[in-house]
Structure formats: C-alpha cells, structure tokens
C-alpha cells in the first residue's frame, strides 16, 4: 500500500494514517507462550484439573513464568517459555494448542443522524425506537476491549442512568491515575492487563484516544455543542446512549498482545457483558489459523455463552482476500463514507478553485497570492537524489532556497516516507503550504493541525500542473477547512476498508456488513496535547476514520437490538442486521466504490448498516452451535479437540458427518459458493425463524447474474402460530457459459412490510 504510515503507535498514527493500522501482526521475541485448553470444566467455571496440573508443574521450575491464566469462559494460560518447552507442552493431554503471543494491531455526532435519514423505517409505536432516548439500551453492557478510556468525558456521564443491571458481576479496577470513583452507571467496568514487557504501573485510562473515540461511538451519552475546533458540529452520541459501558483495556504503546486479548475476553464472559466490541486485528498478510488466532478463540467461547462480538474487517483495503477476523461467530465489519466532506479547496491564479481534502486550520491569506511550485522543480542540486524523489517531496530531495515561501504540488507515489514526513520536510523548508496528489487520501480527510495542506485527485493535480506549466509566475492558496453536508453520493465504501474473499475459506462471505468509518467525531482525552491547535485548549472530540471507527457502530446498533429482544442469540442479532442492510446511496442508486464501481459484497457484506431495520427484521437465520463445530471439523479440528473447545456438544455428533460443502451450507445469513465449474449445479439450504407476525406468508425473488440459475424451493413460506421454523433449498445452475471468477447475487424473502435480503456470491475458483 502507499505509505500513509507513521512509525509510531499514537494518535499520530490516526491523524495521517488509516494504512498503518493493519500493519503486520507480529510474533515479537517476548518469550510468551499462549497455551489453550478449551472450555472450562463444568462445574460453575472451576479451573480444570489438567489446566491445574499443568500450572502446577510448570510453575515448580519456574516461579515468575505464569503471564494469564484463563479459567472463567474458557481455561489454558499465558506463561514465558522456551520453544522446546512450548512444543513438549503442546503434546500434554488437555491442551488444544500452543502457539507465540502475537501483537495485534489497532484498525484505526454526523455519522448517526446520516445512518438515521439513510435508512430510517417506520416502526410500530410500541416498539420504543426512539434512538436518541437515552434508555434505550439501558439494561445492555457494551464490553469494548481496547486502549483504555478517559472517564472524564461527558460521553461518559450517567446523568438520568438508572441502578447499573443486576447481571454485572465485574470491577472497576484501581491503576496509575484511576480509581474505582472513575466508574459510574454509565462507565461500570474498567480493567486493564499489564504488559509483561513493560514495568510501569497499569491503567485502565486511555494514553492513545482510541480506545475512547470507539467507545463513545458505540455507546455515548448525548453531548450537545461537541466539534473539533468547530468542525462536525452538532450534539455526539453513541448508538446505543442508554447502554452501559465495559472497558478493557488490551493495547498499549507495544500493540495489543493476544494473551491480554484472551484475558479481557475470559474475564468478559463471567463479567455479564451483552456485547463485544473489537476494533482491533490482525493484519491481511497474517492469515492467523483459528486454532492459534486469540480473537477467533476468545470469541467462540463468549458467543457460546450467549455474548454477541464484533469486530472490524481491518484497513488493508481496497485489495482482495485482505480482510481479517472472518471466523464465523464474529460479526465482521467494513467502513464507508459518510454524507459529510471536509473540504479544503486549493485557490490558483485568476480566481481558478481545485477542491481538496483534509482538515488543515490554516491562517494565511485566502486569495492567491502564494509562488506555488511543483515538487520535481524544488529537487535539490544534489546527485544523492532523483527526479522521483522530489515529485513526492521526500526528505531531502528539495532545495530550501526553492520552497521557501511557497506552496509546494507533491506526489504521493512512493512508499517510502509518510504524509507526515513530506509535511514535516516542506514546513521544514520554509514552504508556505502543501498540496497532496492521492486520490484514495482524497477521499479520506487526515488532520495537518495548523499548516495549510490539503489532498487533491490525480487528475486536479495535473490541472495544477498545467497552471504551473502555463505561466511565469504561478500563484496559489490553500483555504482552511469547512464542513460540507449532504455530501453525495454517499455512503461509498471507502478505499483503505478490507476486502473479501476470505483468506480461510470462500464458501464464507465476509465482510458481513458496513457501517460509517471516514471522519467520524466521537470522545477524545482531553489532555492530549498532540492535537491541540497553538493558543487553543486540548479537543475533547476529535475526527478518525478506519474500520476501527465502523466497529462500534455496529456494536451499539446490536446492543440496541439485544435490549429490545433480549431472549435473541448473538446469530439472530447478525441476522436481523445483516438483512435489513441497504445497498443503496443518498443518490438512490447502488452503493459504490471509492473508486466509482459498484460496490459487491466482497467490499460492504450484506450492505450498509440500518439503524431501525434490525429492531424488526420479519424473519432470522440462526446460526446454532452444530453448524460452528462442523465449521472446525471442516477446518481440521478432530473430535478430541472438540471435545476440549465446546461445553455444548450435541448428543450423536461427530465431525465424520461433516461434508465437503458444508460451510456453504451452514445456516448463515449470506451465501458463498466456491469451485463452481461450467455445466455445474450446486443445492445449498436455509432455515429462518419467524419473529415477525404469527400469520405471515413470505415470497422469494432473486436477483441472479447472467450466465446463472438460481431457483428457491419452496419460493413461498407460509408461517403460523405454531409454524416459526421453516427450511429451503436453493439450487445454482449454470445456465450456458463457464460462470466468472466471482458473481454475485441476492435473494429476498418479502412478507408484508418485511424485505429480508441474503446477499450470495459463486465463484469458480
């Protein structure tokens, strides 16, 4: 990917990079070891007499090895050891798998009300949809694992909050500057996991503002008057306001360590949380096997108990097979755009405007009276440099006696310097201004603080090279930022946001679902003097896209969903979700691309996420246990490891019973169908469960690409008082040529007011 990275792991990696989030996970020579056991031992969560013995033992040689243990929602430990006695370990009875403690990364007010006008239905009045009530939710607890919280923000206030829900059984934990008095009704749980690498004193409180920003997005109090220094104004809320909020805080300056994850998921689980909110990953290059990836484990274990989990796809988009936590128990979440631009235009000579992109506070004169330059003419006489280096302004590649005073055209081509870096070398320079060729940063606003820089198309970059090319005395200024709503089309899948197929498996749809990631203002530390402008006082908001920031959408949009139905398994709640999604813009017509394609559900899942659609979706594809323990066998597992993993076996199951085409057919919301050959036929099934009218009659129609037939038997389902459940069959035939690499699909079921949609892919690879 171009480089919009920044090396190190704070806001800075927010405020110009979305890329850098997904950077590869890495196995760093820590010496920790994870090792997993499985499900807890039956009687009230006790620790298992293997996982004890285990302890035991391993602790007589060595007294300071012991990391975690995990005994609540599921048993094994993290502890420090040497490869040979990792792998002597990984043969011990009881043990499902062994593997090095990975560090994942961080997948880095307007949103709500555009979700709200895109997709708003008419909801019975007794179904108490009033989304800026801030009961809604009350009785769910949000658990968001992350980089702490600042507690201080009035997202965070339980002003109105009633007692905290009688299911919570966890801690405010004491650290470095928090107290148990930094909880509330609204904030009830904090905990952190120290990393071993790092002797400081834990915390609960956000260093970095992420973990902040995410949980506000999913869960914030109403806080009217919110902005960044005026920009997004308007009263910042969550999407479930009246939830309460779980902290855990799994990440530091070092990354997110996947023994810290599989704590906070284990004490969640005894904790009592409705809800997991994960806005962290692995990178795409990674391609983490279930059995040693601690998100996929942590989260089987917590759906098991009933907890839904939500987790971002990851920014390595737009390139396919990039996206990552696609197990499928977790719901999966891609980012769009929303209906808001920020807009900073660039002025040439002759009054001619070039509109650009960024969040610059600039405070220099708005007509154009700047000597404006392009970066290859700046290149410094120096033989250590090339004509490629100055174009994109690398440190050192440009003459100081040639920027100073002027605006500088850079391109951003290479992969070597960040954004950061070009600014920090034309500011350095003396130059009085930046303007950045990119168009995927185009669509993208990054924050430059107070120096006038913004980003334009290619193309507008070559109409200001023309300018350039066309006079003596080329003349330019770079306008502060403002605001644009309504902004259309919107929402468009934005470019960094990950992309499927599944690495693991096609026959698994992932992304499941897209919600609004690209400038999005939520909760910022308020002490964070990093993005404060000179003169002002710290932000208390502040603006972030990535699908870090799409993540808790979804989650407070479930959370919402569980309140309303709390008797709804975590599978349902996908479904209601995933079926009342809209695949269309603020334009009425489909969804697209950054790029200006028409978006497939390799880049939005089902579609853009609705706000009121789920809370009554007519009818819900569950997902039961069965089909998530045939998912291992199809992935290797034995039934002595399952055994291990699952405390809810089916009498009479057996992996010997799983088919080959059996994750095509697991009862999912989506479809996916591979290795799909011409003159080919291939017959997957669905049941739904009705939890709209009793008497309801439900017809299907598909929509189906050339080349393929597609036929759902029965096409008609008639349910009733006593009929809830029913099942079907669809039937894709190739109808002539060698179907596509990839085509795509849909089909949906519409009963009276109802449209339950299940988008489908079939590939011939």
């Given at each position: 990917?171009?480089?919009?990275?920044?090396?190190?792991?704070?806001?800075?990696?927010?405020?110009?990079?979305?890329?850098?989030?997904?950077?590869?996970?890495?196995?760093?020579?820590?010496?920790?070891?994870?090792?997993?056991?499985?499900?807890?031992?039956?009687?009230?969560?006790?620790?298992?007499?293997?996982?004890?013995?285990?302890?035991?033992?391993?602790?007589?040689?060595?007294?300071?090895?012991?990391?975690?243990?995990?005994?609540?929602?599921?048993?094994?430990?993290?502890?420090?050891?040497?490869?040979?006695?990792?792998?002597?370990?990984?043969?011990?009875?009881?043990?499902?798998?062994?593997?090095?403690?990975?560090?994942?990364?961080?997948?880095?007010?307007?949103?709500?009300?555009?979700?709200?006008?895109?997709?708003?239905?008419?909801?019975?009045?007794?179904?108490?949809?009033?989304?800026?009530?801030?009961?809604?939710?009350?009785?769910?607890?949000?658990?968001?694992?992350?980089?702490?919280?600042?507690?201080?923000?009035?997202?965070?206030?339980?002003?109105?909050?009633?007692?905290?829900?009688?299911?919570?059984?966890?801690?405010?934990?004491?650290?470095?500057?928090?107290?148990?008095?930094?909880?509330?009704?609204?904030?009830?749980?904090?905990?952190?996991?120290?990393?071993?690498?790092?002797?400081?004193?834990?915390?609960?409180?956000?260093?970095?503002?992420?973990?902040?920003?995410?949980?506000?997005?999913?869960?914030?109090?109403?806080?009217?008057?919110?902005?960044?220094?005026?920009?997004?104004?308007?009263?910042?809320?969550?999407?479930?306001?009246?939830?309460?909020?779980?902290?855990?805080?799994?990440?530091?300056?070092?990354?997110?360590?996947?023994?810290?994850?599989?704590?906070?998921?284990?004490?969640?689980?005894?904790?009592?949380?409705?809800?997991?909110?994960?806005?962290?990953?692995?990178?795409?290059?990674?391609?983490?096997?279930?059995?040693?990836?601690?998100?996929?484990?942590?989260?089987?274990?917590?759906?098991?108990?009933?907890?839904?989990?939500?987790?971002?796809?990851?920014?390595?988009?737009?390139?396919?097979?990039?996206?990552?936590?696609?197990?499928?128990?977790?719901?999966?979440?891609?980012?769009?755009?929303?209906?808001?631009?920020?807009?900073?235009?660039?002025?040439?000579?002759?009054?001619?405007?070039?509109?650009?992109?960024?969040?610059?506070?600039?405070?220099?004169?708005?007509?154009?009276?700047?000597?404006?330059?392009?970066?290859?003419?700046?290149?410094?006489?120096?033989?250590?440099?090339?004509?490629?280096?100055?174009?994109?302004?690398?440190?050192?590649?440009l003459d100081k006696n040639k920027v100073k005073g002027?605006?500088?055209?850079?391109?951003?081509?290479?992969?070597?310097?960040?954004?950061?870096?070009?600014?920090?070398?034309?500011?350095?320079?003396?130059?009085?201004?930046?303007?950045?060729?990119?168009?995927?940063?185009?669509?993208?606003?990054?924050?430059?603080?107070?120096?006038?820089?913004?980003?334009?198309?290619?193309?507008?970059?070559?109409?200001?090279?023309?300018?350039?090319?066309?006079?003596?005395?080329?003349?330019?200024?770079?306008?502060?930022?403002?605001?644009?709503?309504?902004?259309?089309?919107?929402?468009?899948?934005?470019?960094?946001?990950?992309?499927?197929?599944?690495?693991?498996?096609?026959?698994?749809?992932?992304?499941?679902?897209?919600?609004?990631?690209?400038?999005?203002?939520?909760?910022?530390?308020?002490?964070?003097?990093?993005?404060?402008?000179?003169?002002?006082?710290?932000?208390?908001?502040?603006?972030?896209?990535?699908?870090?920031?799409?993540?808790?959408?979804?989650?407070?949009?479930?959370?919402?969903?569980?309140?309303?139905?709390?008797?709804?398994?975590?599978?349902?709640?996908?479904?209601?979700?995933?079926?009342?999604?809209?695949?269309?813009?603020?334009?009425?017509?489909?969804?697209?691309?950054?790029?200006?394609?028409?978006?497939?559900?390799?880049?939005?899942?089902?579609?853009?996420?609705?706000?009121?659609?789920?809370?009554?979706?007519?009818?819900?594809?569950?997902?039961?246990?069965?089909?998530?323990?045939?998912?291992?066998?199809?992935?290797?597992?034995?039934?002595s490891q399952i055994k291990l993993i699952s405390s809810?076996?089916?009498?009479?199951?057996?992996?010997?019973?799983?088919?080959?085409?059996?994750?095509?057919?697991?009862?999912?919301?989506?479809i996916a169908i591979s290795n799909f050959s011409r003159?080919?036929?291939?017959?997957?099934?669905?049941?739904?469960?009705?939890?709209?009218?009793?008497?309801?009659?439900?017809?299907?129609?598909?929509?189906?690409?050339?080349?393929?037939?597609?036929?759902?038997?029965?096409?008609?389902?008639?349910?009733?008082?006593?009929?809830?459940?029913?099942?079907?069959?669809?039937?894709?035939?190739?109808?002539?040529?060698?179907?596509?690499?990839?085509?795509?699909?849909?089909?949906?079921?519409?009963?009276?007011?109802?449209?339950?949609?299940?988008?489908?892919?079939?590939?011939?690879?």
């Open positions: 990917m171009k480089g919009l990275s920044i090396s190190y792991f704070c806001f800075s990696v927010f405020l110009f990079s979305f890329r850098s989030e997904t950077e590869a996970a890495s196995t760093q020579s820590n010496g920790v070891y994870i090792v997993y056991m499985g499900a807890v031992a039956p009687e009230n969560g006790a620790s298992r007499d293997d996982q004890v013995q285990l302890l035991s033992y391993m602790l007589r040689s060595k007294r300071d090895a012991l990391v975690h243990s995990y005994k609540h929602g599921f048993s094994g430990f993290a502890a420090r050891l040497s490869e040979e006695e990792a792998q002597s370990i990984a043969k011990k009875p009881g043990v499902v798998s062994v593997f090095p403690d990975p560090v994942l990364q961080l997948h880095t007010t307007r949103s709500w009300d555009f979700l709200k006008l895109q997709t708003d239905l008419e909801i019975d009045s007794g179904s108490g949809s009033d989304s800026n009530s801030t009961s809604n939710g009350s009785d769910t607890i949000i658990g968001i694992l992350d980089t702490g919280i600042w507690p201080e923000s009035e997202s965070f206030s339980d002003k109105g909050m009633g007692p905290i829900p009688s299911q919570w059984n966890g801690t405010c934990m004491v650290g470095k500057d928090f107290n148990s008095s930094n909880c509330n009704r609204k904030l009830i749980g904090a905990r952190y996991y120290d990393d071993p690498e790092d002797e400081t004193q834990g915390s609960p409180r956000d260093k970095e503002g992420h973990g902040t920003h995410v949980a506000s997005t999913a869960a914030g109090s109403p806080v009217p008057g919110a902005s960044y220094y005026g920009l997004a104004a308007g009263t910042a809320k969550g999407g479930s306001p009246g939830s309460r909020i779980a902290v855990y805080r799994v990440c530091t300056l070092n990354g997110c360590r996947g023994s810290a994850i599989l704590a906070a998921f284990d004490d969640a689980i005894r904790d009592g949380v409705d809800v997991l909110s994960l806005s962290l990953g692995a990178s795409a290059g990674m391609e983490i096997e279930i059995s040693s990836d601690p998100i996929a484990i942590g989260s089987f274990h917590a759906v098991e108990k009933g907890i839904m989990v939500v987790c971002s796809a990851g920014n390595d988009g737009p390139y396919p097979r990039s996206v990552v936590n696609v197990a499928p128990w977790i719901l999966t979440v891609a980012a769009t755009t929303i209906d808001r631009d920020f807009e900073s235009d660039v002025v040439l000579g002759g009054n001619k405007v070039i509109k650009g992109e960024g969040i610059n506070f600039a405070d220099i004169n708005k007509s154009s009276v700047y000597p404006l330059i392009y970066g290859k003419s700046a290149k410094t006489s120096s033989k250590h440099f090339v004509e490629d280096e100055a174009r994109n302004c690398n440190p050192g590649s002027k605006i500088v055209l850079c391109e951003n081509t290479d992969d070597e310097f960040s954004v950061q870096e070009k600014l920090d070398e034309v500011q350095h320079l003396g130059g009085i201004g930046l303007v950045l060729s990119d168009d995927d940063a185009r669509s993208v606003a990054s924050t430059f603080g107070a120096f006038p820089m913004t980003v334009v198309t290619l193309n507008d970059a070559d109409e200001i090279l023309s300018y350039i090319n066309s006079t003596s005395n080329p003349l330019a200024t770079i306008l502060p930022t403002i605001a644009v709503t309504n902004y259309k089309p919107a929402p468009t899948v934005a470019y960094f946001s990950a992309r499927g197929p599944s690495y693991s498996t096609k026959d698994l749809l992932k992304p499941d679902i897209a919600a609004p990631g690209v400038a999005i203002l939520a909760a910022w530390p308020g002490n964070d003097t990093s993005v404060t402008l000179s003169g002002k006082e710290s932000p208390l908001f502040n603006i972030l896209s990535g699908t870090s920031m799409a993540c808790p959408h979804v989650s407070g949009i479930a959370a919402t969903v569980k309140s309303m139905n709390p008797s709804w398994s975590p599978s349902a709640i996908r479904s209601a979700i995933m079926t009342t999604a809209t695949q269309t813009n603020n334009l009425k017509t489909p969804i697209t691309t950054n790029s200006g394609s028409v978006a497939t559900p390799y880049d939005f899942g089902a579609g853009g996420v609705s706000t009121t659609r789920p809370l009554q979706p007519g009818l819900v594809y569950e997902t039961g246990i069965i089909d998530y323990l045939q998912f291992l066998c199809s992935n290797g597992y034995d039934m809810t076996i089916p009498v009479g199951f057996s992996c010997s019973n799983t088919t080959t085409n059996f994750i095509s057919n697991m009862n999912y919301p989506s003159n080919g036929s291939k017959k997957v099934n669905r049941t739904v469960t009705n939890v709209g009218e009793d008497e309801s009659l439900y017809t299907a129609a598909v929509d189906a690409p050339t080349g393929l037939d597609v036929k759902v038997i029965p096409n008609t389902l008639q349910f009733t008082k006593n009929i809830k459940k029913l099942s079907f069959e669809v039937i894709f035939t190739s109808s002539g040529s060698a179907p596509k690499e990839h085509v795509f699909g849909s089909i949906t079921w519409t009963g009276g007011k109802y449209k339950v949609r299940s988008p489908f892919v079939v590939t011939s690879v």
